[in-house]
Structure formats: C-alpha cells, structure tokens
C-alpha cells in the first residue's frame, strides 16, 4: 500500500512496506509545536463517523489504519472515550499510553485488545468511585486510574493527562462526544474519508464545533484505495494556550 502526496506539492509517493517510506510519512505526520491536541477520524462523504452496526469499521479503508497506526507512534498519549470501547476492536497501542475517558466507569463490554507488547499501557480517567468497577469490567488488564471529577474541564482534564504521564502530544481517537469535549482545545484535525466531501469543509465534518477556528488544511494525501487523507492546523499564533 503507498500513500500519494497530493498537496502540497510537489506530488510525491510513499511506500508503506519499507522503512524509508513509513519513516517519510512518519516526518510528515509529526506533531506541530511543543504541545497539541490532534484529533483523527474516519469520516463518510456526510461528515458521519459510524457505520449502520455503530462503529468505524465499515468507513475503514485503504492505508488508514497503517496511518493511525504511525500517528499513534508520534504521540505522547492516545485518548479515547468509552463508547468506542464498547463499540468497535480497540488495540492497545504498543508503545503509547492509552488513556479512556468514562464519567460513569462502565467499561463492561468493552472490546479493548491487547497484544502483549511491553510498551501497553492503560490509564482510566474517571472519579475515583468508579475504582472497583472499572478494575471488574478490566479484570486482566493493568490499569492505572486517573481520579477526575464529574464536572471537570477539558482544560483540567488535558492538564491532568499531561502531569500524570509527562505528555506533550496528545493524540484524540473518539468518539464523538469526547471529540466535542476537547475541541476547543485541538490544534490539528487529521480526517480520512473514502470519497470527496459533500460540503465545502475541506474534510472537516459538518457538526464538528468552534467553526470559527483559522483551520489551514496542511496536507492532503491519497492512497491505493483512494481514500483521502486530509490534514488541518491551527496557524501559528491562533492555536488555544496548551494545559499543562
């Protein structure tokens, strides 16, 4: 599988089954800035995130899950909600930290996959009440918990992450309702979808928030597949103040 630089130019073609090719995307990929917040979907032409069975995995193809993949690797942390737990396959990165976002600490169902690589690591955010359910529902797993109150800020909540496991990258999974939480706070949205989109929106989906933001689209790729892989950043200067 190869992706396809498509801009900026000049057009250029990378191999994702050798190592200078998967090291090139790696570079071009890399975080913007000291801190970020980026958040990566796969989208439909409509903007939608889920498939008619409730999850990503019919909207999943081509080069995108090799990318999340390398994406995952330059990140310092991947943040990901409960819900998608309990909807779709979510491995345990092998070298990232994991982070799960749930108020409620019902994990029960969850469909959270581990490898066996020595860099898995699992963080659970949530109030501390939740402890004993979270480690029933997680039973076989190493999880640290991340204590969190019920009305915290994504200000608060990204400035906990960041003391608790030392990160300045962070990357955002989904699903929705964690992508709209944390917002106002992202600094780069990386979008995929299967066929140009039905808006004007340069991939950005219609409902996502803040439309007002100095999104500049810094990249555009396309694969094998043809899926398109667009890639928006704050501009210098516009970017929100990173929590720490």
Excluded: C, K
């Excluded at 498509?6 to 998967?22: K, N």
């Excluded at 019902?106 to 581990?114: A, F, I, R, T």
């Excluded at 299967?194 to 007002?212: C, H, K, M, T």
């Amino acid at each position: 599988m190869n992706l396809y630089r498509v801009f900026p130019q000049p057009p250029a073609a990378f191999s994702l089954t050798d190592t200078d090719g998967i090291s090139e995307v790696r570079s071009a990929y890399s975080p913007v800035g000291t801190d970020s917040v980026r958040t990566i979907m796969v989208t439909s032409p409509l903007g939608e995130t889920l498939d008619s069975a409730g999850s990503s995995t019919a909207l999943s193809l081509g080069a995108d899950r090799r990318l999340l993949g390398i994406v995952r690797e330059g990140s310092d942390a991947v943040i990901v909600g409960a819900s998608t737990l309990r909807a779709e396959p979510v491995p345990l990165p092998r070298t990232t930290p994991l982070v799960v976002l749930t108020r409620s600490g019902d994990l029960h169902g969850h469909q959270l996959v581990s490898r066996g690589a020595e860099g898995e690591r699992l963080v659970v955010a949530t109030p501390q009440r939740n402890a004993d359910r979270v480690r029933d529902a997680l039973e076989g797993f190493t999880v640290e918990l991340l204590d969190i109150g019920d009305d915290i800020s994504a200000e608060a909540l990204v400035g906990n992450i960041r003391s608790h496991l030392g990160a300045d990258h962070l990357l955002v999974e989904g699903g929705r309702t964690t992508w709209e939480y944390l917002a106002p706070l992202t600094t780069e949205l990386l979008i995929a979808t299967a066929a140009p989109p039905l808006n004007s929106r340069q991939g950005i989906p219609p409902w996502w928030p803040v439309p007002e933001r100095p999104w500049d689209m810094a990249s555009l790729f396309t694969d094998d597949a043809r899926m398109l892989y667009y890639r928006h950043v704050i501009p210098e200067g516009g970017a929100p103040s990173p929590a720490r």
